[in-house]
């Protein structure tokens, strides 16, 4: 036995975790980020000062941001491994529960450890603790439970080893993965207890790829081999299974188009003859063009978002959907056939099927892979022009093409929200996967820099470019000392148009003439705020390009440089010169006051379809 505190004892057992997937094996945990304060710094505060190399230690300035930067860690690491987080009571735990909404519906692991209030109730209540009178079993940590794919409370010392490997299971799990919360009162933190030895061992999770049932596999078959003009909706699952090869070979062996949504962007590179990039309300024109007139949908590793199907509005009302998926809640989606299973495992099947690729197998018509390269040629040229707009104040566009030279082949662009993740799904041309990161599951303000430090721990041997918008800056900045301080260099991208462009446009669409979406002070004159100004006090080093020109010198400076770098641009908020995708979204729009706006909406909305028809 080994006599430890509870705080001791899940720092000791985080240290042995490792995940294994094709006989790659990893510590599952790079690290834990903690802000302290009287509900943790005993307890977890204690045994990380401990805790050495085996779990390092990393000081956040906000409790929201290190959620973010672990599920940016888990992210760039193909959910493989993750990190670690541990506030205090009250209000250091509530600060946590957007980042944890954003990793459970991202799909992201994430471990938190919030601090609760004394679990013997000697003298409550304690400082920040919230009192219900229905019951003293509750705290602000209840708060994580909707938002958690796994939720624990730790009252008394035997609870924790069914509660850690619990934990675990769900962490490492594809299919449940998602924020994991266990909260620790902080005396039961502080308490000794004897362990058993074996808690303590390195412990290897196997993550799994499963195989296609093969009833399933054959009736996919029959679908995809009947399709004239077949498109494959790449998502997120791709980039995590790693099956971009297999993908490709599948693709090529049916020559089959494909599309991606924001979390499989790069399932195929730029320039690929069967990439026809972007689908959906942020999608590329071709690619769009493409789903309205697919027979057959091959959702691989997708959720079908909302901008994925334009609001239900893009694909034919007649389409069906054969989905790859590892968990059987998104194979379901749409109607679709489902094959429930690993991205890389199904697509190798698939692509082994004679009947699908074998010399008698009919594969859609060169017509319909000529229509793609034709479309993506057109798309591709409407990109150039945008790319190479040059004016004062400078374009999002040009901006995002000057990011994509610099980024080369081994960069990695982060960002989240604002009108640029829309931009870059459409716009930017990706060399393959792991190169683009945005986080438009939760779309969060504040999640960029936060997020490009977790990208830059996971993968020290890439470039990340943050680009982040004034608004999502002044959300979270003060990540840019953790970067700073911590040694992780990051170009930040910071795009100044004094206010909110994407929803100022969204507003004027709805009828709500952009109320409250530029920075003005009451009188309507601009704000004396300097962003740059406050990016140099935070310790980074600041550039301020206004020209194209200058703008490519900044950030060939930028990346040279051993530090974080901000530079900083200036843009235009009324300036819209993005191609269209013409593809709709549906908010929703007042039904009185803005009568023209509503009825462009009711226009768009019988649009929508249910796709309820069986697959087959």
Known sequence: MIRLTVAQAVVRFLAAQWSERDGEERRFFGGCFGIFGHGNVAGLGQALATAGDDLPYYLARNEQAMVHTAAAYARAADRLATLACTTSIGPGATNMITGAAGATINRLPVLLLPGDVFSTRAANPVLQELEDPRSYDISVNDCFKPVSRYWDRINRPEQLPSALTAAMRVLTDPVETGAVTLALPQDVQAEAYDWPEELFARRVWHVPRPRPERAALARAAEVIGSAARPLIVSGGGTIYSRATAELAAFAEARGIPVAETQAGKGSLPHGHPLAVGAVGATGTTAANALAREADVIIGIGTRYSDFTTASRSLFAADARFVNVNVAAFDAAKLSGLQ???????????????????????????????ARAAALSRDWDAQVDRAYAIDGSPLSQAAIIGAVNAAAGQDGVVVCAAGSMPGDLHKLWRPSGPGGYHVEYGNSCMG???????????????????????????????????TAVAEGVKLVVVLVDNSGFASIGRLSESVGARRLGTSYRSRTGGPLPVDLAANAASLGAAVLRPESLADLRKALEEARSSDGTTVVHVRT??????????????????????????????????RSQRAHLSPPS
């Open 447 to 481: 999640y960029e820099i936060a997020g490009g430090v977790g990208v830059k721990l996971a993968a020290p041997e890439r470039e990340v470019f943050v680009l982040v918008g004034d608004g999502s800056y002044l959300m979270m900045a003060q990540e840019l000392v």
């Open 339 to 369: 094959l429930v299973a690993d991205a890389r495992e199904c697509l190798t099947e698939l692509t082994g099927l004679t009947e699908l690729t074998g010399p008698a197998a009919r594969r859609s018509g060169d017509a319909w892979t």
């Open 572 to 605: 235009d908020p009324m300036a819209d010169d993005v191609p269209s995708s013409q593809a709709w979204w549906d908010v929703p729009v007042a039904g009185v006051g803005a009568p023209a706006e509503r009825a462009a909406y009711e226009e768009a909305k």
